[in-house]
């Protein structure tokens, strides 16, 4: 076997991890800051205003905070899992963002099975809610780790059927050809029913409202980490903000051309297109939190399987279809 | 070495960066916080009430139902992505094979649902 393994296998992962750790770290910030925004804006307060311009401090604030506050460790709890559970939870959510395309060329590894593995790695964060429900000795934790586990084999089959079209189209599983394959048509024209199925799937998949029941405080206090404090609580917060980000960073990659402008614009902007197309989705998960009501857990599961399976299968043989019939118009379009 | 290989140090890597970040967070908090645990902060908490029966209470686990069908369709999909990958080259035969696959599983959710496999008991 022929091993030509340096440092450099080790040293530019290692990079581009410590990258896309701080990434995620700056925009979680934001990211509250943001939903703090939007939600006062729906309900007509200002929201936060004291600390910096409109209270863009505000952040750094309660991060010192929560760095400083008690970390309690309940006597019911199962001490070694109650301590793993912040790592299960936030790590996942990094390892997707591997097979994240930034820009031309701008990728930390572009694997062949690069869809796949998006699909696979971030449901592995609902392990660790689990593990955090399970150990932390609450009735109410556990039912939040139980309902996320019911919520997770739910939405997985939507998600990843509704991206099948998508494979289709580009005919490639790598994350960097399809968003080559998008270069004339973004593929949220021909997958509209793909889109709004991985947009729904997804949002209940990250676990907020109207599908936040793992930790509806209205009836389970906080869910699953309702025991925790500290710094460990905001690594459950971390955890979910980034898997926010990363499902429409990557709905933007899958739908929404990536690194690509509307028209060919501004190419050299290349990642810039790439977050302002994902904080779009993310506000509108954000608006869509703040107006709808949650749902019932037998909604919630019908929704799953009565509605949006049906409807993620009935997309791929449309999308069959026309690539069959209009395979040659399709070509031209595609490019 | 394949390329697979370097794939799987990848992940490998991006996990070890993770878990040094959270460790190193979480050990710089334990240095800088303060600790003082008395028996009422360290009781299960229950909106003030004083915890009653067991933490992990016996749940019926309702949607073992749903358990089975995840299994049925997740192995639906590592069919699916191949043939998603390849089905333009594979061209009619495999469109009417694949038509004929999600038919039958079609057929086995369409009995689920009459079964009231899909229902919240």
Redesign the interface.
Known sequence: ?????TAG??LV??A???G??LFSALNVMFLVWMERKVSADIQSRWGPMVRGYHGSMQLLADMVK???????????ADKKMFALA??LV??PA??A??VLPIGPGLI??D??VG???YLAVPSLASIGIFVAG?S?????S??GG?RS??QL??Y??PR??SV?GV??LA???SMMGIVNAQKSLWFIIPQILGFLVYYIASIAEVGRTPFDLPEGESEL?NGYF??YS???FS?FMMGEYVALLVACLMGAVLFLGGWRGPFGLLPQLGPVWLLLKAYALVYVAMVVRWTLPRYR??QL??IS??VL?PIS?IN??LT?AI??VG?EWLRGLLG | MSTSFYDLINVFVFTLVGTAFVGIVLFVSKLVRCKNPSPEKLAPYECGNKASGEARPQTQIRYYLFALLLVVFDVEMIFLFPWGVAFRSLGLIALVEVALFIGILLLGLAFAWRKGALKWQ
């Open positions: 076997m022929n091993v030509d393994f296998s080790l992962p290692a581009w991890g410590l896309f750790v929560l760095l400083i506050k008690e970390d309690i460790l309940p006597a019911a912040p790592f936030f790590i990094l390892l963002l591997l930390a590894r694997m062949g869809l796949v593995y399970w932390s000795g609450n009735k109410y556990t039912l139980m586990a019911a084999i739910s997985e089959i990843s059927l099948l494979v289709m005919g490639t599983l206090v309702t025991e500290g710094m460990r690594f857990i037998d599961l019908e399987w009565k399976l299968l791929v043989a069959a690539v069959f395979g």
